[in-house]
């Protein structure tokens, strides 16, 4: 069974997202992708944008280990959600999400649907623009 400490995570999901910097560190396991996140405070929306809806497509399950994310869901009347340091969360496709502040995440998620979130984060970090 694979065992790691978050900051032993592989940068960039061991080379499948170089783009993507050092602040992402993530590896497979099984159908999930375990990830580790550092964040300066910052608006994901420009990520999402070429996706439909413009908002994320993947789900994400995870602890807060030190900061503060918000997840919200435009066009929809699903209620924002901020998570904090302690905090578990899931977040379901269909969000944005929001850094308030500098922050260290702990995330599981699917990884077919973090695959393809990626590549398309990767396209844009490239200048290729959307990927639909």
Not at 65 to 90: C, H, I, M, N
Request: glycine content about 14%; hydrophobic content about 35%; aromatic content about 10%.
């Amino acid at each position: 069974m694979p065992v790691s400490k978050p900051s032993d995570l592989p940068q960039g999901g061991g080379g499948r997202w170089p783009l993507c910097g050092a602040g992402f560190r993530s590896v497979q396991w099984g159908d999930m992708e375990v990830g580790f996140t550092v964040a300066d405070p910052m608006d994901c929306t420009p990520l999402y944008a070429g996706l439909p809806g413009g908002v994320c497509s993947c789900p994400h399950y995870g602890y807060v280990l030190k900061g503060r994310l918000r997840s919200v869901y435009p066009g929809t009347e699903w209620p924002e959600e901020t998570a904090q340091a302690g905090d578990v969360y899931f977040f379901p496709a269909g969000h944005v999400l929001i850094y308030d502040e500098p922050s260290e995440v702990i995330e599981l998620n699917p990884a077919a649907a973090l695959q393809v979130l990626m590549d398309h984060i990767e396209n844009l970090a490239s200048g290729g623009g959307s990927t639909e």
